[in-house]
Every structure is written in structure tokens, then in C-alpha cells.
Nanobody
Framework: QVQLVESGGGLVQAGGSLRLSCAASGSTFSRHGMGWFRQAPGKEREFVGGISWSGGNTYYADSVKGRWTISRDNAKNTVYLQMNSLKPEDTAVYYC???????????????WGQGTQVTVSS
């Protein structure tokens, strides 16, 4: 089993940056693909990006491609989401998830964190 705890959210001005962290506990972390999702008020949960268990492959939503970077440090049991050039439309609760892959289907992820709020002001 894997437990996930997100941190690093907060209030930031448009154009600024944040780095979200997802700390995992559990001995199988290094073999899980990881994904980041977000959910804004009144909107459905959407995929942000994913990273393979080795860290060698990443996959991003078009809305964040070129601005954000997902990475992982298996030695630290941590996955990161570096968020640059933030826009007001990025405001949402951000969730990390662990699963057998790293794609956009939320149903493919087995474990979820509780979420961290990111608010971007213009």
C-alpha cells in the first residue's frame, strides 16, 4: 500500500512559480507510475501530467506542456510538480496519485492524496 501527502500549494501571482511535492510512504513506491490531477470549482477533475515508475517518461496535458515539469526522486519517495508561468486558470485543488501507469485515466490510479490548494491571482 501507498500513502500520499501533497504539499507546496498556496497563493501566488500570475506569472509566478510553485513547486508541489507528493511524499509517499510504502515500500512499493518506486514501481508505481505517478500522476497529477487538478479540480477547479465547478469543473471536473482533469489530468495534468504523469511520470513513469523509472522517471524516464513523462506525459503532460496540453494546457501545461512547456510550462510545468514532473519529476520524481525515488530515493526520497517524492514526486514533484514544478509549476512555472502560472495563470489564473490554473487555480484548483491539485492531487497526486499512484497507479500501474501514468496516463490520463483517473480510474487507473490506485492511491490518491488529499489534495493541496493552488490559487493564482491576476
Amino acid at each position: 500500500q501507498v500513502q500520499l501527502v501533497e504539499s507546496g500549494g498556496g497563493l501566488v501571482q500570475a506569472g509566478g512559480s510553485l513547486r508541489l511535492s507528493c511524499a509517499a510512504s510504502g515500500s512499493t513506491f518506486s514501481r508505481h507510475g505517478m500522476g497529477w490531477f487538478r479540480q477547479a470549482p465547478g469543473k471536473e477533475r482533469e489530468f495534468v501530467g504523469g511520470i513513469s515508475w523509472s522517471g524516464g517518461n513523462t506525459y503532460y496535458a496540453d494546457s501545461v506542456k512547456g510550462r510545468w515539469t514532473i519529476s520524481r526522486d525515488n530515493a526520497k519517495n517524492t514526486v514533484y510538480l514544478q509549476m512555472n508561468s502560472l495563470k489564473p486558470e490554473d487555480t484548483a485543488v491539485y492531487y497526486c496519485a499512484a497507479g500501474g501507469g501514468y496516463g490520463l485515466r483517473a480510474s487507473d490510479y490506485f492511491y490518491w492524496g488529499q489534495g493541496t490548494q493552488v490559487t493564482v491571482s491576476s
